[in-house]
């Protein structure tokens, strides 16, 4: 399997722009976990899907964030309008919500805003 | 709410020396523990994790047990190499499938 993809690796944007991230699970999994981290914040979960519906968005910082599944081997998290204190790597991971069953992370998405 | 604390970092040692890195938890019920590593670059992956009180995870020379009595996860290895340098994790995880909560990352460097 090729893991959990996210794209892209890398994102330079200027403030006020819209930011797009994506990522594809693990195929099967059907749980999918949105983080965010950084040096101040550490790690910081903002969203998790289970069967694709959101079950706790608690961590979404405020209403420029946003994320969907539209299907099992698919979510995007969008930032509309993006800002300097926003920049992050942001991971996606993903399990089977069976079991203890261990979360597989992507390789993240480094956003830098300026 | 339920909450992880890991010893602050970075831990700073010499190949071949012993590592232990403490992490306790605060959780109502039995959550399951885990340690993530986190090498530079790139994501998060599963070292270790221990479901019920007094478990052991194990996984290439690292160890911790799933102490209910002191809601202790601490890590351990007997001999680190240069290879472990990284920034490692301690997660609590409450029922099947569910978020994990994290520890704020201890970072780890060995020198030769």
């Known amino acids: 399997d090729a893991g959990v993809i996210q794209s892209p690796r890398h994102e330079v944007t200027e403030m006020g722009q819209e930011v797009t991230l994506r990522c594809k699970p693990i195929s099967g999994h059907n749980s999918l976990f949105w983080y965010r981290q950084t040096m101040m914040r550490g790690l910081e979960l903002l969203i998790y899907f289970n069967n694709n519906v959101p079950i706790d968005d608690s961590g979404m910082p405020e209403d420029r964030f946003s994320a969907k599944m539209p299907n099992a081997s698919f979510s995007t998290l969008k930032i509309q309008p993006s800002e300097p204190r926003d920049s992050a790597v942001y991971f996606c991971?993903?399990?089977?919500?069976?079991?203890?069953?261990?979360?597989?992370f992507g390789p993240g998405t480094r956003l830098t805003v300026t | 709410g339920d909450s992880v604390t890991q010893m602050e970092g970075p831990v700073t040692l010499s190949e071949e020396a012993f590592l232990t890195i403490n992490c306790t938890y605060t959780a109502t019920g039995y959550p399951s523990l885990f340690w993530y590593v986190q090498y530079p670059g790139e994501g998060l992956q599963l070292l270790l994790k221990a479901t019920k009180a007094d478990d052991k995870g194990s996984n290439k020379g690292f160890e911790a047990t799933y102490r209910k009595e002191t809601t202790s996860f601490h890590l351990e290895k007997g001999s680190v190499q240069v290879s472990d340098s990284a920034v490692y994790f301690c997660?609590?995880?409450?029922?099947?499938?569910?978020?994990?909560?994290f520890g704020q990352g201890t970072e780890l460097s060995v020198k030769p």
């Open positions: 997660a609590l995880r409450q029922g099947q499938g569910g978020k994990l909560i």
């Open positions: 991971a993903s399990s089977f919500n069976r079991g203890p069953s261990e979360q597989y």
